[in-house]
């Protein structure tokens, strides 16, 4: 099913931070009328993306709210008027050289959607002269469960992800493509490889279906055969990894000069009637979503995000942002207690990154920090996967999580 507009009529809340990066200051303040697109908070930080209204109306308040995360954040509660105008500054940007683009893309809003939320123009922006970077990793492998916003993007706009690829390649210096899409999406594959039929440079990877496929890691070695090694970079594998949604935002902003205002979110889960995607406004909350997922009963758990890395949520004030890429609604879930330990196995061979999660758990109830660190926690993507295939239930990821914590701050 096509992906579906939903506009906000309530009062959006765009929060200042969206992923990894310096969080923006607000260059706008309650009382004053923004139009759609336009500039409402920036930094001048690098690995900072400028935050644009993705409404036409007034900025009631600016008011701290909590992240997925838990984090305590600043977002501006923008109200929603019926009928919507574009700023008028927006336009194509004009771009000639490298450093043309990447200003663009900063200018975009971009951040990395498949994830953690890495400004697109920072990533981008490597070191030349230390990394030669030569393959553009595309990543359409969408491996978490439930979510196809990736999907949908590879159906419905095609020509706007080769447009962005061949950008990139030309004005990054950046010699050919590989799309990444795992095979339990042969439409989609069989879509790009018709697409790249005539491109000398780009080509389709159909990769197996494994959890977690997109892994920075894992997917550079399954499109490529290299590694990327410990503590480095896909760069450093002469590789850059850009999610494919994030490749057609940047052509279409070339193209019209339309900043990252708003995102494609699927809605999915046991209690979902007519499981499908919509386009939404950057800061559209829950309470609102919640109106138009057709659900069946109440829901007891709420998750932003993939069952495997996304987070329950509790407020309908929760605001969609930059990463979020759905909003899956479920009830009557197993809620099985955690049992001991029964030294099983699964949780090890379980992990890609061949680490010891039921030791970590060990030594961080014991507090055993240098342990923590021999055992390389810090590695650890939370991917979810260890978790998942304990048959005692442990809660494994998230005492990776306390224990990745634990050694940062000390
Ligand atoms: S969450 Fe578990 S399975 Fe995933 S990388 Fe960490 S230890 Fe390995
Ligand atoms: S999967 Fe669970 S029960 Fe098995 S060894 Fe790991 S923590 Fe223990």
Redesign the pocket.
């Known amino acids: 099913m096509r992906t579906v507009k939903i506009d906000s009529h309530a009062p959006v809340i765009i929060s200042m931070a969206h992923g990894i990066g310096a969080p923006c200051v607000p260059v706008v303040e309650a009382g004053d009328y923004v139009r759609t697109g336009q500039l409402i908070a920036d930094s001048d930080a690098f690995v900072s993306a400028p935050v644009y209204s993705s409404v036409t109306g007034k900025v009631i308040e600016e008011r701290n709210v909590l992240d997925i995360n838990g984090n305590l954040t600043k977002a501006l509660v923008i109200d929603s008027e019926q009928k919507q105008y574009l700023c008028s500054k927006i336009a194509p940007p004009v771009i000639n050289t490298r450093e043309e683009f990447i200003k663009a893309v900063r200018a975009s809003g971009l951040v990395g959607l498949g994830g953690a939320g890495f400004p697109t123009h920072a990533k981008l922006n490597y070191d030349r002269e230390k990394y030669k970077v030569d393959t553009l990793v595309v990543n359409a492998s969408e491996c978490e469960p439930y979510i196809t916003t990736d999907y949908r993007e590879i159906m419905e706009n095609s020509e706007d992800i080769i447009a962005g690829i061949k950008l990139i390649l030309e004005k990054c210096g950046i010699s050919r493509a590989v799309i990444g899409i795992e095979r339990n999406m042969p439409s989609a594959v069989r879509l790009m490889r018709e697409r790249v039929q005539s491109e000398q440079n780009i080509t389709v990877k159909a990769l197996p279906t494994y959890y977690p496929q997109g892994a920075e890691k894992v997917l550079v070695h399954n499109t490529t055969r290299r590694i990327v090694k410990e503590k480095q970079l896909p760069y450093s594998a002469g590789c850059i990894i850009l999610n494919v949604t994030s490749v057609a935002s940047i052509a279409r902003y070339m193209e019209t000069g339309i900043p990252f205002i708003s995102r494609r979110i699927t809605i999915d889960g046991n209690i979902v009637n007519k499981p499908a995607n919509f386009m939404v406004p950057i800061g559209i909350t829950l309470g609102e979503i919640m109106k138009k997922a057709d659900l069946r009963l109440q829901p007891d758990r709420i998750i932003f995000g993939g069952p495997m890395m996304g987070k329950s949520v509790y407020d309908l004030e929760t605001p969609i942002g930059k990463t979020t890429g759905a909003v899956l609604f479920f009830k009557d879930m197993p809620t099985d207690r955690a049992t001991a ?8 061979r379980a992990c890609s990154m061949n680490l010891m ?2 030791e970590f ?1 060990k030594s961080y109830e014991m507090r055993d920090i240098k342990r923590l660190r021999k055992l390389r926690v810090d590695l650890c993507m939370e991917c979810g996967s ?1 978790s998942y ?4 239930k ?1 809660n ?1 990821t998230e005492r990776n999580k306390l224990a990745k914590d634990l050694l940062r701050d000390n």
């Open positions: 330990c029964i030294r099983c196995g699964k949780c090890l999660p039921t758990e260890c295939i304990c048959p005692a442990r494994l």
